[in-house]
T-cell receptor, first 114, second 119 residues
């Protein structure tokens, strides 16, 4: 499945580092999402972008900074993270037109904060 | 706020048998969508099946079918003729209705059910 790609697939960073996660979708969609999946917790919605405009920010700490330069690309910039931020970060995309708007997911980036 | 509950952390079934995964949700909306996603060890989330709340007919996709009980706010997944490749985490998810031309909205997920297939 290459509809939604994410890089890197694995990332280890110290608490003082700055890194970025990248997501790219090849499905012609115009809405993109970041989710966080921690152990033993439900997937948590972090950010929603529709036509490159952020439409939802789900009370996410400012150390996470999203960027959506166009409808095909989504970034998550990370700085001064905490160990509890270690998780699988999933990107998804969908069509913003009415109807199901089914979200298609990338393979995720597994992040470890030391 | 909407909530999704999956009360079975883990389920086990013999290969070729049938298994049902439970999901209940809470919402004040009358129109919405419900989804089942599968997450195998690769961690790739894969759509299994989806249901529109305003449709009374239960959705079916090959060996996968749902039992949607709107009044009870229940959305269970039945897997028939279980196969080894069905082993995965299964997540139930809710999304409110997007009106035509409307924006985007995130999914609310349950905690998941780990499905084990016994050969």
């Amino acid at each position: 499945e290459t509809g939604v790609t994410q890089t890197p697939r694995h990332l280890v960073m110290g608490m003082t580092n700055k890194k970025s996660l990248k997501c790219e979708q090849h499905l012609g969609h115009n809405a993109m999402y970041w989710y966080k999946q921690s152990a033993k917790k439900p997937l948590e919605l972090m950010f929603v972008y529709s036509l490159e405009e952020r439409v939802e920010n789900n009370s996410v700490p400012s150390r996470f900074s999203p960027e959506c330069p166009n409808s095909s690309h989504l970034f998550l910039h990370l700085h001064t993270l905490q160990p509890e931020d270690s998780a699988l970060y999933l990107c998804a995309s969908s069509s913003r037109l009415g109807g199901f708007g089914t979200q298609y997911f990338g393979p995720g980036t597994r992040l470890l904060v030391l | 706020a909407q909530t999704v509950t999956q009360s079975q952390p883990e389920m086990s079934v013999q290969e070729a048998e049938t298994v049902t995964l439970s999901c209940t949700y809470d919402t004040s909306e009358s129109d919405y969508y419900l989804f089942w996603y599968k997450q195998p060890p690769s961690r790739q989330m894969i759509l299994v099946i989806r249901q529109e709340a305003y449709k009374q007919q239960n959705a079916t996709e090959n060996r996968f079918s749902v039992n949607f009980q709107k009044a009870a706010k229940s959305f269970s997944l039945k897997i028939s003729d279980s196969q080894l490749g069905d082993a995965a985490m299964y997540f139930c998810a809710y999304r409110r209705l997007m009106y035509s031309g409307g924006g985007a909205d995130g999914l609310t997920f349950g905690k998941g059910t780990h499905l084990i297939i016994q050969p």
